[in-house]
């Protein structure tokens, strides 16, 4: 037998016919030797020692593995005896010889099959591996010192147009050749974690100066784009309209520490630091949630640093606190950090900040002067820096309830919906008393800074376009809007007024920086089978002491699962479960804690909801019986056509003998029961047409198996309740009503380029596709409502789809849709038909009944 050396992970390796086949590529080579590809290696028992040494080399894949015996028999074996790895052996040989050799070789394969589930990752929610510690690139003395930034019309801090700073200009990358590794050395040198993807083609905008780099060729292991092989610095045929952009991801390298290879050209310099944050210094604020004031620290190299204020400005507190969620900044009490200055000596950055007031986040800022230390440690100025920040109402210590006493709070002309958490959403404003959103020509982060900032938050994290938090309805109000950062309201920015062209599918949104409020401290979800689901558990003080325990699921539904998800940043809810025996929690937290829990659906967190404190009332108990849920990133958004409804209604008389179906589901007045078979019903019918607008289809809660069937009509009901139809009076009395159930939820129609899921033909699955719509015709049962009894006069028509919010939805208060009407005893009119919460309040207050699909009537 014979032992070959490798320096190598070995995948294959098998003896055919007196050779040791040794495979390193995809494929493995059988043939003759004669005839093998030159791009496979092969050690052939024949071989010299020089041979060897030389395929051994070749075999090396630079994985740092010590040299490792690949051992296969060239022979069968004969009984009783074993081969060596030089010479024939006695079995007793086998233990001490080729079982070490076996044993390295099978563990360089098990590491082999793992690798391939490594670009998997881990899944959201779970702890990442210990990421290595940040080590400063050591350059050879002729590497080109160079400095990167993310530039151009970014919609994100980490992301934008890769600019290069050399011989004491800014310039450009070409996207030739460009690839992910680049991307990916350009990120970790500008201090993220990794590459997440890059654009060609000037996504970012084209730049301007040279274009230093054309044709990189990466590894993504260099320590410095100036180290990829390319044409040459300033070397390239390429034009701005070529500019290469990437995305890099949030998190940062653990230890990273910035180094200015250009001292001479600080001022051209973008900030680079791991981590910044405000570390609260006075006691009165170190209670404070969320801390408002303190030390600004940036973390650089792995330790906290304060900044020195000698050239701090009232600008770079601004930018500061939009980045922790505060629309604004205050004065404060300076002497007070002077005395404490004095009994602990700060740790100063290096370098001081010049911001110009518009930016969203500080690595968008530009590096100010070095600072400059006097003989005793401390800084020209002499104290660190402070900034005192003014949280939005939402997020304020302390409510200012006389202020709501005295003043009627006056109507924004911005909001948000469609988000899952507190501080997203589509961005829609109001003109002409109608709501209407906004086209993403041209949004940018200055933009969206402008919406969080007047809606009281921080500035945004993110501009979002395409539709990427559902599609609104009504008109397109604004478009290519561009703001310099600093206007009150977004509605003082300059934007084109006509938007033609534009679609719902190209409404803007934001998410913008909130305040840290601990919420997710408090609330846990245990047993799941991933970070989404599990069973609820809260911390609550009982006796004295914080404990955790679990929430009495009485009553539990859809709104409370809401809360919970958006509370711990999960997104939607997609179920809320009052049974969780399935999901193992922690026995210590089986005891109930919290019940009676009601909520409206719109709450931060589940302990500002509805509950009955410390007087618990849980027949159930907790365990098994516990509350539980399960999250999702995104969740439908049906919409109602008012336009429709409008257009399609009309009068019929139906005598009663053909309505006996209906009157088995309840689709007739109560009192229909009580009149002869040969009697007359009058039935105001309309046509419904009902969109999916949000992100993900909409399903009945119940699944196939659990639908009822229903014998007269001949179909499957897999939503009792689906729509409800109602006449009110104009002081808001209910006069009618009517129901539908979903006995067939299916894609109708759909938008171009979106083809229908779901068909209810033949038992199929229910549900209504993203981008589609289903229409209840006007001439099916229980498409009406009953109005035999009705008076002539003057009402409001309403329509509510999902009313019991048994399905889960990003937004509920588009789910209503009202209507003026006029009977005159022989004819109907249906006219000013709008969706809930499309008018302005003062408009909405002209029609009663439900102001939206709000749960503040539970």
């Known amino acids: 037998m014979r032992c070959v050396q490798v320096r190598s992970v070995i995948s294959t390796s098998r003896a055919i016919s007196g050779e040791v086949i040794v495979k390193v590529g995809v494929s493995t080579w059988a043939g003759p030797p004669q005839l093998r590809p030159k791009a496979e290696t092969y050690m052939r028992g024949s071989e010299s020692s020089e041979r060897s040494k030389e395929k051994k080399q070749q ?106 700073f050399y011989n004491g200009e800014w310039g450009t990358v070409c996207d030739d050749d460009f690839t992910i590794h680049a991307a990916q050395v350009v990120c ?174 500080l690595s968008s800022c530009k590096l100010g002067q070095a600072t400059t230390l006097k003989p005793n440690e401390t800084c020209a100025g002499g104290l660190p820096v402070v900034v005192s920040c003014v949280p939005g109402k939402a997020f304020a210590p302390t409510p200012m309830t006389g202020f709501r006493k005295a003043f009627r709070h006056e109507q924004p002309l911005v909001r948000l919906r469609g988000g899952a958490i507190v501080g997203e959403g589509r961005v829609e404003v109001l003109k002409n008393g109608e709501w209407g959103t906004i086209c993403d020509d041209n949004w940018s982060l200055l933009s969206a800074t402008v919406v969080c900032r007047e809606l009281g938050f921080g500035t945004a994290k993110e501009a979002l376009s395409g539709g990427r938090l559902g599609q609104g309805m009504g008109p397109v109000h604004m478009n290519e809007v561009e703001c310099s950062g600093f206007e009150k309201s977004i509605t003082e920015c300059f934007f084109n007024k006509e938007a033609l062209g534009c679609s719902h599918e190209e409404d803007a949104a934001v998410r913008c920086n909130v305040p840290a409020m601990g919420f997710q401290e408090s609330l846990r979800l245990s047993g799941g089978r991933n970070p989404y689901e599990g069973r609820v558990e809260v911390l609550m003080e009982r006796n004295g002491s914080l404990v955790w325990g679990t929430v009495c699921s009485e009553g539990w539904g859809t709104m409370e699962a809401m809360v919970v998800c958006r509370q711990l940043g999960l997104g939607f809810a997609s179920n809320a479960f009052q049974e969780t025996w399935y999901w193992p929690g922690e026995v210590s937290a089986d005891n109930v804690v919290m019940s009676g829990v009601r909520c409206s659906g719109t709450e931060m967190s589940l302990s500002h909801c509805l509950h009955h404190g410390t007087h618990l009332s849980c027949p159930k108990g907790g365990g098994r019986n ?24 009309y009068m019929e008389d139906r005598p009663m003998f053909m309505l006996q179906c209906a009157y088995e589901e309840n689709c007739l007045s109560s009192n229909s029961g009580e009149v002869p078979a040969n009697s007359y019903r009058r039935l105001l019918r309309f046509s419904s047409q009902i969109h999916n607008n949000g992100q993900s289809d909409f399903r009945p809660k119940a699944s196939r198996h659990s639908w009822v069937w229903h014998d007269c009509h001949r179909h499957y009901h897999s939503m009792e309740v689906f729509t409800l139809y109602d006449m009110f009076s104009l002081n808001g009395t209910k006069v009618a009503e009517g129901h539908k159930a979903s006995f067939c939820l299916e894609d109708s129609e759909c938008d171009e380029g979106i083809e229908k899921r779901y068909e209810c033909a033949n038992f199929g699955e229910q549900g209504i596709t993203v981008g589609c719509w289903d229409t209840y015709r006007h001439d099916i049962d229980c498409q009406w409502v009953d109005i035999t009894d009705l008076k002539p006069g003057d009402y409001i028509f309403q329509i509510i789809i999902n009313p019991n919010y048994e399905v889960p939805e990003s937004d509920y208060s588009n789910n209503i849709m009202k209507c003026r009407c006029r009977y005159d005893g022989h004819r109907v009119w249906m006219y000013s038909c709008h969706n809930g919460g499309s008018l302005s309040t003062e408009t909405e207050q002209t029609f009663p009944g439900l102001l939206n699909n709000q749960v503040t009537h539970r």
């Open 188 to 361: 970790r040198e500008l201090g993220y974690l990794e590459a997440v993807s890059w654009s060609p083609s000037s996504k970012y905008g084209k730049g301007e100066g040279p274009i230093w780099f054309d044709n990189l060729h990466c590894t993504g292991k260099e320590k410095t784009l100036a180290l990829c092989p390319s044409n040459g610095i300033g070397v390239s045929d390429c034009k701005h309209s070529e500019d290469v952009g990437v995305v890099c991801s949030d998190k940062r390298i653990p230890g990273f520490k910035f180094i200015n290879t250009l001292p001479n050209h600080i001022e051209n310099l973008d900030i680079q630091v791991e981590d910044v944050r405000i570390r609260a210094i006075l006691s009165s604020y170190r209670k404070r949630i969320p801390v408002t004031e303190g030390y600004v620290e940036v973390k650089d190299g792995g330790k906290w640093k304060q900044i020195c204020n000698a050239e701090w400005t009232q600008l770079n507190s601004r930018v500061i606190c939009g980045m922790f969620g505060f629309p604004g900044e205050r004065k404060y009490n300076a002497r007070v950090y002077k005395m404490f200055a004095r009994r602990r000596k700060p740790s100063y950055w290096d370098y001081s900040v010049n911001c110009t007031g518009n930016e969203a986040h």
């Open 59 to 164: 075999l090396s894949l630079g994985f740092g593995l010590s040299d490792t015996a690949a051992c296969r028999s060239a022979q069968p074996l004969e009984a009783g005896t074993v081969h060596s790895c030089d010479h024939q052996t006695p079995t007793k040989m086998l233990a001490t010889q080729c079982l070490p050799c076996c044993t390295v070789i099978l563990s360089v394969l098990l590491e082999l099959a793992l690798s391939q589930y490594e670009h998997l990752g881990y899944p959201p929610g779970y702890p990442d591996p210990e990421q290595e510690q940040y080590t400063a690139p050591q350059l050879a003395a002729d590497t080109p010192r160079i400095q990167l930034r993310l530039a151009g019309d970014k919609r994100k801090h980490n992301e934008g147009r890769v600019e290069v």
């Open 626 to 649: 516990a509350a539980g849920v399960s999250c999702s990133e995104t969740a439908p958004d049906l919409v109602l056509n008012p336009q429709v409804v409008e257009q399609t209604t």
